[in-house]
Structure formats: C-alpha cells, structure tokens
C-alpha cells in the first residue's frame, strides 16, 4: 500500500510563494508510466488539476497557473514539491497530492489533504 | 478544456436505494481516460472506477460505472451509510486534465 503526506505552512502572506512537500512511504506495483501530482479544492469548488511531474522530472502543468508553478522532485527522499508563486486568497484551498498510475490511467493513491490559507 | 458536467448537484436518497450519477463531457473523451472518485471530510480521496467501467481494487460490486458517448454513469446499487459522500468524475484525456463540479450525495 502507497502512503502520501502532504505538508508544508498552513498560512501565506498575498504575493508570496506558497511551497508543499509530499512524502511517499509503503509500496506498490509500479509501471514506468507512474507519475506524481498535484491537485486542490478552492472552498465550494471543484477540484482543479495543478500539474504532473515524474520520476525523471518531466513535467506537465496547468495552463491557467503554469505562470506561477514549479513542481520538482527528489526520488532518493521519496518527495515531491510544489511551489505555487504570488499567490492571491484564490489560492486558498485543500492541497491534495497524488499517484496517477500508468495502469489504470487514473489517480490511485492519495494524500489526505492539506488546507492552505492565503491571507495577511 | 473539456468540461465535465455532473448531474444532479446533490442526490437526497435513504440506505437500500439504487443511485446514478451523470457525468457529461464536452468533447469525445476515450472512455479509458474518465475515472471516479469518492471523497470525504479529513480522507484521502478515492478511485473507484477507472477506464470508465473497471472498479479499482478494494471497491464492492455496488459500484459500477458505465459509458455512452460523452456521458458516463456511476451507478452504486443498493445504497450503504458509508456511501455517503460527493463523487467527481475526471478526465485525464486532454490537457488540462478536469473534473466535474461533483454530486453531493446524502441522506434523505
């Protein structure tokens, strides 16, 4: 079983750079189409794709913040991060990452969310 | 960007009865791209149907998932307490990848 856990500050300043980690434990079957990713919930949305990375660091991101982004990863640590730049209170929201499996072609395993505030 | 519409936003039924959720696409998506998800307040949200129609490992035979052109189905046939919950479909056929706006589904 895949285990993720998102974590990084609760609370950011408008204009600054929200930064996430998610942290990968346990196993599972893998396929060399596996790739990590990032999705959120504004409050009362729905859930909005944010980007895409795999273990060779090719990325795939959101058009409408690809501006903002940079999605990296550390395979020998088992994380991968998120920064989303000038952020405004529209990024408030529940952070989620997640597995998409090569397999299945579909979002596997999950972390169980972290909730980012933008406010001063 | 492909659209997905779920219908109804919220879904009022009691324990024992048979749900469907719609989940309209836009554009033609090849059905091997459309999943379903269950989440709940605090879990980890939940595959539960990928390639339109395969339950993903762990799911009870209640849910099933179907496909019709650009609209898919979620199906859950006798209705559990645990079932309770907002589902969102997805596609991940074209870029950006979206989900539905999701279907609240709650006890009547």
């Known amino acids: 079983q895949l285990r993720l856990q998102e974590s990084g500050p609760g609370l950011v300043r408008p204009s600054e750079t929200l930064a996430l980690t998610c942290t990968v434990s346990?196993?599972?079957?893998?396929?060399?189409?596996?790739?990590w990713a990032w999705i959120r919930q504004p409050p009362g949305k729905r859930l909005e794709w944010i980007g895409n990375?795999?273990?060779?660091?090719?990325?795939f991101y959101n058009p409408s913040l690809k501006s903002r982004l940079k999605i990296s990863v550390d395979t020998s640590r088992k994380q991968f991060s998120l920064e989303v730049s000038s952020v405004t209170a529209a990024d408030t929201g529940v952070y989620y990452c997640?597995?998409?499996?090569?397999?299945?072609?579909?979002?596997?395993?999950w972390g169980q969310g972290t909730l980012v505030a933008v406010s001063s | 960007e492909i659209v997905m519409t779920q219908s109804p936003v919220t879904l009022s039924l009691s324990p024992g009865e048979r749900a469907t959720l719609s989940c309209r696409a836009s554009q033609s998506v090849t059905r091997t791209y459309i999943s379903w998800y269950q989440l709940k307040p605090g879990q980890a949200p939940r595959l539960l149907i990928y390639g339109a129609s395969t339950r993903a490992t762990g799911i009870p035979a209640r849910f099933s998932g179907s496909a019709s052109g650009t609209d898919f189905t979620l199906t859950i046939s006798s209705l559990q307490p645990e079932d309770f919950a907002v589902y969102y479909c997805q596609q991940d056929y074209d870029l950006p990848y979206t989900f539905g706006q999701g279907t609240k589904l709650e006890i009547k």
């Open positions: 990375i795999d273990d060779s660091g090719t990325t």
């Open positions: 997640a597995r998409h499996g090569g397999l299945k072609l579909a979002y596997d395993y």
């Open positions: 346990g196993d599972a079957i893998r396929s060399s189409s596996d790739y």
